[in-house]
């Protein structure tokens, strides 16, 4: 039998490291990872060691805190209807609800209002997920309106809080 490694729980909040799992989708809004990822990285007691790819299961076990930004319409969808065809979806549905899941929507403005998206986005605030809002802004498509995904800066000082109400930093 393998030596188990500490309960989280249990190691001082000084010493812990946090595991931040960011949920990338098809949005153009993607343009954003590598400043969110940077961003993220400089949070104290953060994970900072790559591997290789695991599982699905061993994902959702190994991370505190799934952030999946941006959250595209067709992820959306897709997450409120229960279908994981890719990774992330995956990773979602088999999501630890004990453990808190981000989510910051990002897409055209008519998606946004279009009815559907309001009954999904409820669905995933259901499950227990928190949701970090669009803003509006001029699009890359060139449209004026909601949908453009949460500042970088919103994101991050969201996941330090929801990181610090769970005894992190």
Known sequence: MEPRAPCPAAIPSTERKFHVLVGVTGSVAALK????????????????????????????????LLLVAPLDANTLGKVASGICDNLLTCVIRAWDLSKPLLFCPAMNTAMWEHPLTAQQV???????????PCVSKKLVCGDQGLGAMAEVETIVDKVK?????RGGI
Do not use: C, N, T
């Not at 409820?122 to 970090?132: N, P």
């Open 33 to 64: 990872l590598p400043l969110l990822v940077s961003k993220l990285l400089d949070i104290p007691g953060m994970w900072k060691r790559r591997s290789d790819p695991v599982l699905h299961i061993d994902l959702r076990r190994w991370a505190d």
């Open 161 to 165: 809080e929801v990181l610090f109400q």
């Open 122 to 132: 409820g669905q995933l605030k259901a499950f227990g997920y928190m949701e970090i």
